[in-house]
C-alpha cells in the first residue's frame, strides 16, 4: 500500500506570495492533519481534516489555511508569506477508527521563503 | 492542555550501548503517548504508542517505552544500539479521543558511535 505523498517536496517562494502544499494520503484514510517543523518552534499541528470539514485547528493565524476533497486528498495555502513561514510542512493520514488512531505521515515539503 | 519535555537535545551512545531517551509529559486528562523517529530528510515513523492497558509498550527496531503514571513519564529504551538508529526522536502526547492532535516535545537527536 503506499503511503501517504506529498508535493512539491522543495518550494522556493518570496515574501508575500502564496503557496499551495498538496497531500495525497493513504488509501481508506479518511483524516489528514497537518503539521509545522521549524528549528526554532518544532512540531506544531496545523489544522485536522474530515470529511471536507477542519475538525481541528491549532494556534495559527488566519493566513494558514486548508481544505480537504472528496477523495480526502488535502491542500494547505499559506498567503502572504513571511520569512518565518520556512519551514517543512508534514501532513499525516490515518483512518479515523477512533481515538487511539495511528497517524501516518508523509515525506514533507521544505519551504522555503526568501 | 497538554505537554512534553524531552530531557537532553542530544544523547550519544556507542554501539551496542543501551539507548535511554527520556520524556516528561503534563495532561490534565489521561493521556496518549507516542514515540516517533525521524530521519533525515524524511517525515515521521511511529515507534510505538501507549493509549490505555499494559504500561510497558514494545514497538519496532527492538524500542520500548514504559508509561509511568506516578511519575508523568514514558522514556524510549532500547538495549543494544546500532548505528542505523542514529536519528532524531520524537515523544508526542494527545488527548484521548484526539491522537490526530499531537503535541510534540522539542526532540532528542540520537548519535551512535561506533
Known amino acids: 500500500k503506499a503511503g501517504v505523498t506529498q508535493t512539491p517536496r522543495y518550494l522556493i517562494k518570496t515574501r508575500g506570495q502564496q503557496v499551495t502544499l498538496s497531500c495525497s494520503p493513504i488509501?481508506?484514510?479518511?483524516?489528514v492533519s497537518w503539521y509545522q517543523q521549524t528549528p526554532g518552534q518544532g512540531l506544531q499541528f496545523l489544522f485536522e481534516?474530515?470529511?471536507?470539514?477542519?475538525?481541528n485547528k491549532g494556534n495559527f493565524p488566519g493566513r494558514f489555511s486548508g481544505r480537504q476533497f472528496s477523495n480526502s486528498r488535502s491542500e494547505m495555502n499559506v498567503s502572504t508569506l513571511e520569512l518565518g513561514d520556512s519551514a517543512l510542512y508534514l501532513c499525516?493520514?490515518?483512518?479515523?477508527?477512533?481515538?487511539?488512531?495511528?497517524?501516518?505521515f508523509g515525506p514533507g515539503t521544505r519551504l522555503t521563503v526568501l | 492542555a497538554q505537554s512534553v519535555t524531552q530531557l537532553g537535545s542530544h544523547v550519544s551512545v556507542s554501539e551496542g550501548a543501551l539507548v535511554l531517551l527520556r520524556c516528561n509529559y503534563s495532561s490534565s486528562v489521561p493521556p496518549y503517548l507516542f514515540w516517533y523517529v525521524q530521519y533525515p530528510n524524511q517525515g515521521l515513523q511511529l515507534l510505538l504508542k501507549y493509549t490505555t492497558g499494559a504500561t510497558l509498550v514494545k514497538g519496532i527496531n527492538g524500542f520500548e517505552a514504559e508509561f509511568k503514571k506516578s511519575e508523568t513519564s514514558f522514556h524510549l529504551t532500547k538495549p543494544s544500539a546500532h548505528m542505523s538508529d542514529a536519528a532524531e526522536y520524537f515523544c508526542a502526547v494527545s488527548a484521548p479521543g484526539s491522537a490526530r492532535q499531537l503535541t510534540f516535545g522539542s526532540g532528542t537527536q540520537l548519535t551512535v558511535l561506533p
Open positions: 499525516a493520514s490515518s483512518f479515523l477508527t477512533g481515538g487511539t488512531d495511528t497517524q501516518y
Open positions: 481534516y474530515f470529511s471536507e470539514t477542519q475538525r
Open positions: 488509501s481508506g484514510h479518511r483524516s
